[in-house]
Nanobody, 117 residues
Framework: QVQLVESGGGLLQPGGSLRLSCAAS????????MAWYRQAPGKQRELVAA???????NYADSVKGRFTISRDNAKSTVYPQMNSLRPEDTAVYYC???????????WGQGTQVTVSS
């Protein structure tokens, strides 16, 4: 079965940088589009960034120019590099894998990112 394990969350000051990672197992990694979502308290889960199996990317308007998503197919891992972090980036960040044929979704357990002075 698909397992997604996120790591790299933490507490940091505004303007800081952080790289999360999501290690996938139990799946053929290149058969999945990968994405990161986030959910802040009292808000709906929202897409942050996504990377297709071929490397194409898309981003939420709120993170364009600050976040970069990449995937390492050899390591079955996806990374969002998050720069110029703002307090409004505070949320639980979730890794998502969507099968390119069935559209079946799998989710990680989430990792907390808190941006505060």
């Amino acid at each position: 079965q698909v397992q997604l394990v996120e790591s790299g969350g933490g507490l940091l000051q505004p303007g800081g940088s952080l790289r999360l990672s999501c290690a996938a197992s139990g799946m053929i990694f290149t058969m999945y589009a990968m994405a990161w979502y986030r959910q802040a308290p009292g808000k709906q889960r929202e897409l942050v960034a996504a990377v297709g199996f071929g490397g194409s990317t898309n981003y939420a308007d709120s993170v364009k120019g600050r976040f970069t998503i990449s995937r390492d197919n050899a390591k079955s891992t996806v990374y969002p590099q998050m720069n110029s972090l703002r307090p409004e980036d505070t949320a639980v960040y979730y890794c998502n894998a969507k099968h390119i044929m069935t559209s079946l979704d799998s989710w990680g357990q989430g990792t907390q990112v808190t941006v505060s002075s």
